[in-house]
């Protein structure tokens, strides 16, 4: 007979399934089980709560109830499947074999229950980071403990009698516990939050004391100098990160702290303080501003480490909001709740800290990576500037503005009247300064091209290659600016007209039509270069510093007879050359060349060139006689960060001796070449040689344009000339395009036919458009425009709501909202505001309050987008004094005056510069045409310009 059939025929010969040492482990597992079991009710009440709610609850005392957490289960894991063990050795003979059963499926559940937790919490030497397989074991652990219960419950109803009171005191208890808690969270959590989170609000506006809003204590600045702590889960970001120029943006970048050192000395001088300087700071220096630091005028920033920290990872993740679309760094940025013992100099202690970060990865996440940091409004913050009186001690007025340029632009799918449009909308930033870059990171959620797990890239590749050369970073990032740049624009030399004057006759597109040029003949050359891979204007940012130029070269008989924009013997552009910068002036008219932007008062011009959009760059061309050989032209758009100008104070801050010339790296953005025959079977000296034909992918940009293309990109250069430019010349190129088929010729001839007045031959060509399959929403636009000059105020509601619901498939599908376009919003509101005033009378005051309504409503839309947009605020003056409100017209018409601009200064100071400047002259011209000079002229030039 077998011990199992004996067992079975005399239950009582069997060994007792606990010992008394059994017995007193499980009631020690039971006891030490019952508080994990309150503590995970806790637990998972919170979490639940939180997404019910949409409120992040968790804060100090639930990171130490999960910490509680960790330990209770580490702590019971080993005495339980101990226990488990000897309990089955003892029992599995037992003839119960229904309590058996129900036993192993219990051990088996502890089993998911306690692997699960392993696998969650990331040991060193254990990391599971695949979030597909993070997601299963997190259910895992929630749902194993459930079947636990269940399978307790089954396994001693098959055996002695269950004491059901104790059972339902302890889940009495954790009730309890855990509505106490919860009741906590939810009504307590703000207060406990204010106890958490220190809030700045550091636009300079609104910072009337040092360290922030009234009330706000200094952050230490060792808790956002904790960049070495985050590199020790996120290496492969923070390598990148140690390259960008957020890294390298405050007293660590030689250029910048020129021009904030400069700055704070001249503040300090007028002001006798330098709290205006915190305009820079609170995007440049965060942890000297927000740790009190910055303030003090004899701040030595070589005696302070944060002064070489840039902006540090908490420097973005530590903000909270962002208070509104103005800019100037006007967001709130909180010192985050942290892990215990963050800042603890015991080793165990730290090692627990780091512990709990990778076991609790949520809480980490909610507080240092929220939704607003993939938004575009996100980098507005810093990248969109403003200077206020309080600066400038003159008016408010624009700075650079990476924001707006990209919000009003058919990349972002908000522009109503784009040139061109992408397939899809760019929502943001993000999908081309931070692309996926392959990554083992614990935070690789991306995916790159090829499905591997990613990384955004924290390198935040642009166009800044003058700070890591100067500070000797590695090539290899430069390298990848350059690459980043290669996308940027192209360069067309599309046409040449003769005689060497606008009126000339056109010879156009160049290649493969090539005319012949006669030698003493003078020539327009007419070169486009065209926006093509950038979200924001072509180059934003520090856009009077930063360089951008065509460099045009003729050779005849592999000389060269005639150029433009070469560089001079200390680095320096040729003057005379075309630059797509912006050119500013201080007050006495000299150009602002320090970044001292506390002094500057108007823009001699702004050759900045919008996404999607285009330039014409017109330069004379006289041919010498006796040229022999083809002439062959070749045009490059070069870029420089920093021009001569501007580097030379940052060298003589650093330097002293001879200034060396600038050093810093050229990049050339896009090109083209062409060589055109000379006419004539023979040249002075002697039988021309044949045109050499164009060397195979010389310009792919170009080379594989169609014409319509060419066309319409040269149309739209001349369009941006404005109302003083070449608008017939516009107006011929877009017929051209129609002509060859495309929807663009027409939809771009009714723009020129609108701005000149034309509205019947406008509307004309808009229907064309239409009927070819323009977009709808561009077509919509006109439209609205057009109606309004015809006095038919209702059509053109009708089509400026159309495209504030954004009322259109295709654009909806492509993921375009037009409501977000504030210029298209204050029309919509100007145009409310006159069809109100139409209906006069007792009788149809009703229908003029309705009309009244819908136009504030509209305006109030644009300003919530646009709070400094003069426009919308003198419109919305004028409609709240209609309804009587008297105090909110007088407040709009105050901001109107605000940010209005200063029109007679604007033209004294213009006109000091002109008079001074020939060069400068020449380029503000509305139709500037740019000298192609001989060498001898240029060195010559060179000469005068450096006595």
């Given at each position: 007979?077998?011990?199992l059939q004996r067992y079975h025929l005399s239950p009582s010969a069997a060994p007792g399934a606990l010992t008394p040492s059994l017995r007193r482990l499980l009631q020690v597992i039971l006891l030490v089980g019952g508080l994990l079991a309150v503590n995970s009710v806790y637990l998972a009440g919170v979490t639940l709560a939180e997404r019910l709610t949409g409120r992040v609850l968790q804060n100090a005392f639930y990171?130490?109830?999960?910490?509680?957490?960790?330990?209770?289960?580490?702590?019971?894991?080993?005495?339980?499947?101990?226990?488990?063990?000897?309990?089955?050795?003892?029992?599995?003979?037992?003839?119960?074999?229904?309590?058996?059963?129900?036993?192993?499926?219990?051990?088996?559940?502890?089993?998911?229950?306690?692997?699960?937790?392993?696998?969650?919490?990331?040991?060193?030497?254990?990391?599971?980071?695949?979030?597909?397989?993070?997601?299963?074991?997190?259910?895992?652990?929630?749902?194993?403990?459930?079947?636990?219960?269940?399978?307790?419950?089954?396994?001693?109803?098959?055996?002695?009698?269950?004491?059901?009171?104790?059972?339902?005191?302890?889940?009495?208890?954790?009730?309890?516990?855990?509505?106490?808690?919860?009741?906590?969270?939810?009504?307590?959590?703000?207060?406990?939050?204010?106890?958490?989170?220190?809030?700045?609000?550091?636009?300079?506006?609104?910072?009337?004391?040092?360290?922030?809003?009234?009330?706000?204590?200094?952050?230490?600045?060792?808790?956002?100098?904790?960049?070495?702590?985050?590199?020790?889960?996120?290496?492969?970001?923070?390598?990148?990160?140690?390259?960008?120029?957020?890294?390298?943006?405050?007293?660590?970048?030689?250029?910048?702290?020129?021009?904030?050192?400069?700055?704070?000395?001249?503040?300090?001088?007028?002001?006798?303080?330098?709290?205006?300087?915190?305009?820079?700071?609170?995007?440049?220096?965060?942890?000297?501003?927000?740790?009190?630091?910055?303030?003090?005028?004899?701040?030595?920033?070589?005696?302070?480490?944060?002064?070489?920290?840039?902006?540090?990872?908490?420097?973005?993740?530590?903000?909270?909001?962002?208070?509104?679309?103005?800019?100037?760094?006007?967001?709130?940025?909180?010192?985050?709740?942290?892990?215990?013992?963050?800042?603890?100099?015991?080793?165990?202690?730290?090692?627990?800290?780091?512990?709990?970060?990778?076991?609790?990865?949520?809480?980490?996440?909610?507080?240092?990576?929220?939704?607003?940091?993939?938004?575009?409004?996100?980098?507005?913050?810093?990248?969109?500037?403003?200077?206020?009186?309080?600066?400038?001690?003159?008016?408010?007025?624009?700075?650079?503005?990476?924001?707006?340029?990209?919000?009003?632009?058919?990349?972002?799918?908000?522009?109503?009247?784009?040139?061109?449009?992408?397939?899809?909308?760019?929502?943001?930033?993000?999908?081309?300064?931070?692309?996926?870059?392959?990554?083992?990171?614990?935070?690789?959620?991306?995916?790159?091209?090829?499905?591997?797990?990613?990384?955004?890239?924290?390198?935040?590749?642009?166009?800044?290659?003058?700070?890591?050369?100067?500070?000797?970073?590695?090539?290899?990032?430069?390298?990848?600016?350059?690459?980043?740049?290669?996308?940027?624009?192209?360069?067309?030399?599309?046409?040449?007209?003769?005689?060497?004057?606008?009126?000339?006759?056109?010879?156009?597109?160049?290649?493969?039509?090539?005319?012949?040029?006669?030698?003493?003949?003078?020539?327009?050359?007419?070169?486009?270069?065209?926006?093509?891979?950038?979200?924001?204007?072509?180059?934003?940012?520090?856009?009077?510093?930063?360089?951008?130029?065509?460099?045009?070269?003729?050779?005849?008989?592999?000389?060269?007879?005639?150029?433009?924009?070469?560089?001079?013997?200390?680095?320096?552009?040729?003057?005379?050359?075309?630059?797509?910068?912006?050119?500013?002036?201080?007050?006495?008219?000299?150009?602002?060349?320090?970044?001292?932007?506390?002094?500057?008062?108007?823009?001699?011009?702004?050759?900045?060139?919008?996404?999607?959009?285009a330039a014409v760059v017109h330069y004379a061309l006289d041919l010498p006689e006796g040229l022999t050989g083809p002439v062959e032209i070749e045009a490059a758009l070069r870029y420089r960060k920093f021009d001569s100008r501007f580097y030379r104070h940052v060298w003589a801050h650093r330097n002293t001796g001879p200034y060396p010339g600038n050093p810093l790296p050229v990049t050339t953005l896009a090109q083209d070449?062409?060589?055109?025959?000379?006419?004539?079977?023979?040249?002075?000296?002697?039988?021309?040689?044949?045109?050499?034909?164009?060397?195979?992918?010389?310009?792919?940009?170009?080379?594989?344009?169609?014409?319509?293309?060419?066309?319409?990109?040269?149309?739209?250069?001349?369009?941006?000339?404005?109302?003083?430019?070449?608008?017939?010349?516009?107006?011929?190129?877009?017929?051209?395009?129609?002509?060859?088929?495309?929807?663009?010729?027409?939809?771009?001839?009714?723009?020129?036919?609108?701005?000149?007045?034309?509205?019947?031959?406008?509307?004309?060509?808009?229907?064309?458009?239409?009927?070819?399959?323009?977009?709808?929403?561009?077509?919509?636009?006109?439209?609205?425009?057009?109606?309004?000059?015809?006095?038919?105020?209702?059509?053109?509601?009708?089509?400026?709501?159309?495209?504030?619901?954004?009322?259109?498939?295709?654009?909806?599908?492509?993921?375009?909202?037009?409501?977000?376009?504030?210029?298209?919003?204050?029309?919509?509101?100007?145009?409310?505001?006159?069809?109100?005033?139409?209906?006069?009378?007792?009788?149809?005051?009703?229908?003029?309050?309705?009309?009244?309504?819908?136009?504030?409503?509209?305006?109030?839309?644009?300003?919530?987008?646009?709070?400094?947009?003069?426009?919308?605020?003198?419109?919305?003056?004028?409609?709240?004094?209609?309804?009587?409100?008297?105090?909110?017209?007088?407040?709009?018409?105050?901001?109107?005056?605000?940010?209005?601009?200063?029109?007679?200064?604007?033209?004294?100071?213009?006109?000091?510069?002109?008079?001074?400047?020939?060069?400068?002259?020449?380029?503000?011209?509305a139709v500037a045409i740019y000298a192609l000079r001989p060498p001898a002229d240029f060195q010559a030039t060179q000469a005068v310009a450096e006595h």
């Amino acid at each position: 007979m077998s011990t199992l059939q004996r067992y079975h025929l005399s239950p009582s010969a069997a060994p007792g399934a606990l010992t008394p040492s059994l017995r007193r482990l499980l009631q020690v597992i039971l006891l030490v089980g019952g508080l994990l079991a309150v503590n995970s009710v806790y637990l998972a009440g919170v979490t639940l709560a939180e997404r019910l709610t949409g409120r992040v609850l968790q804060n100090a005392f639930y990171l130490d109830m999960f910490l509680a957490h960790l330990g209770l289960g580490l702590l019971l894991m080993l005495p339980v499947l101990v226990f488990g063990m000897l309990h089955f050795r003892r029992a599995w003979l037992r003839p119960n074999r229904y309590a058996i059963r129900a036993g192993l499926g219990l051990y088996l559940a502890l089993l998911a229950l306690f692997g699960s937790g392993i696998l969650l919490t990331r040991f060193g030497f254990f990391e599971i980071n695949d979030p597909h397989v993070r997601r299963v074991a997190y259910w895992v652990h929630v749902l194993a403990p459930l079947a636990a219960v269940w399978l307790f419950v089954l396994h001693r109803l098959a055996g002695p009698r269950l004491r059901w009171w104790q059972g339902a005191a302890w889940a009495g208890m954790a009730s309890l516990v855990c509505i106490l808690a919860l009741a906590l969270h939810l009504w307590g959590g703000q207060r406990d939050g204010e106890l958490l989170v220190r809030a700045f609000e550091p636009a300079l506006a609104l910072t009337p004391a040092p360290g922030g809003r009234p009330g706000a204590a200094a952050i230490p600045a060792e808790h956002l100098l904790q960049d070495h702590v985050c590199a020790e889960c996120h290496a492969d970001i923070a390598e990148r990160h140690a390259g960008s120029m957020h890294r390298l943006s405050s007293f660590n970048n030689p250029a910048y702290r020129f021009s904030i050192e400069d700055t704070r000395a001249e503040l300090l001088a007028r002001d006798g303080n330098v709290h205006a300087t915190r305009l820079c700071a609170v995007c440049h220096d965060q942890v000297p501003l927000f740790s009190g630091r910055f303030d003090d005028p004899d701040y030595d920033p070589d005696a302070d480490p944060a002064a070489m920290a840039g902006i540090t990872c908490l420097g973005c993740h530590a903000i909270s909001a962002v208070n509104s679309p103005r800019g100037n760094g006007d967001y709130t940025l909180t010192d985050p709740p942290r892990y215990p013992f963050a800042f603890s100099d015991n080793a165990f202690l730290k090692a627990v800290n780091r512990q709990l970060i990778k076991a609790k990865p949520a809480f980490h996440k909610q507080t240092l990576l929220r939704p607003l940091h993939q938004t575009p409004e996100f980098c507005a913050a810093c990248h969109k500037v403003h200077l206020p009186p309080a600066l400038n001690h003159y008016r408010w007025l624009r700075g650079q503005n990476h924001y707006d340029s990209f919000l009003l632009s058919g990349v972002s799918g908000h522009r109503v009247d784009s040139f061109y449009y992408p397939p899809q909308a760019e929502t943001g930033c993000n999908g081309c300064h931070m692309p996926a870059r392959a990554s083992a990171d614990p935070a690789a959620r991306a995916a790159t091209a090829d499905g591997r797990s990613a990384v955004h890239d924290h390198l935040f590749a642009a166009a800044n290659t003058a700070v890591a050369v100067l500070v000797g970073r590695p090539e290899a990032e430069n390298a990848e600016r350059v690459a980043f740049m290669g996308r940027a624009a192209r360069v067309d030399i599309f046409g040449l007209k003769e005689g060497g004057h606008i009126e000339g006759r056109l010879h156009a597109p160049l290649q493969p039509g090539l005319p012949s040029l006669a030698p003493g003949s003078r020539w327009l050359l007419e070169v486009v270069v065209r926006t093509t891979g950038m979200g924001h204007a072509l180059t934003q940012g520090t856009a009077d510093s930063n360089e951008l130029w065509l460099e045009l070269t003729v050779r005849a008989g592999g000389e060269v007879i005639a150029r433009s924009g070469a560089l001079g013997p200390e680095g320096e552009v040729d003057e005379w050359a075309w630059f797509g910068n912006a050119y500013l002036l201080a007050a006495e008219g000299n150009r602002i060349e320090r970044r001292n932007a506390q002094d500057i008062v108007a823009a001699l011009y702004d050759h900045q060139i919008p996404p999607g959009a285009a330039a014409v760059v017109h330069y004379a061309l006289d041919l010498p006689e006796g040229l022999t050989g083809p002439v062959e032209i070749e045009a490059a758009l070069r870029y420089r960060k920093f021009d001569s100008r501007f580097y030379r104070h940052v060298w003589a801050h650093r330097n002293t001796g001879p200034y060396p010339g600038n050093p810093l790296p050229v990049t050339t953005l896009a090109q083209d070449r062409v060589v055109l025959p000379l006419a004539g079977a023979t040249a002075a000296s002697g039988q021309q040689d044949p045109p050499q034909p164009q060397p195979p992918g010389q310009n792919p940009q170009v080379s594989d344009l169609p014409d319509w293309e060419r066309w319409n990109d040269y149309g739209i250069g001349l369009l941006r000339e404005g109302k003083r430019g070449q608008s017939r010349q516009a107006e011929a190129a877009f017929r051209e395009v129609e002509a060859l088929g495309r929807w663009d010729g027409a939809l771009n001839l009714a723009r020129v036919l609108h701005r000149e007045g034309r509205l019947d031959e406008a509307a004309a060509a808009l229907e064309r458009a239409a009927e070819q399959g323009a977009p709808p929403w561009v077509v919509a636009w006109y439209t609205g425009l057009i109606a309004r000059d015809l006095g038919d105020l209702d059509g053109a509601i009708a089509a400026l709501e159309a495209l504030a619901e954004t009322r259109f498939n295709q654009a909806r599908a492509r993921g375009f909202d037009f409501g977000r376009d504030y210029r298209m919003l204050t029309e919509l509101g100007r145009t409310l505001y006159e069809r109100a005033r139409q209906e006069r009378g007792d009788a149809r005051r009703a229908a003029r309050a309705a009309w009244l309504q819908r136009a504030r409503e509209r305006l109030e839309q644009a300003l919530r987008l646009d709070p400094e947009n003069a426009a919308a605020h003198h419109t919305l003056s004028l409609v709240l004094g209609e309804v009587a409100d008297t105090d909110g017209a007088d407040r709009h018409r105050g901001l109107h005056e605000y940010y209005r601009g200063d029109d007679n200064a604007v033209e004294r100071t213009v006109t000091l510069h002109r008079s001074r400047n020939p060069a400068a002259d020449n380029a503000a011209e509305a139709v500037a045409i740019y000298a192609l000079r001989p060498p001898a002229d240029f060195q010559a030039t060179q000469a005068v310009a450096e006595h």
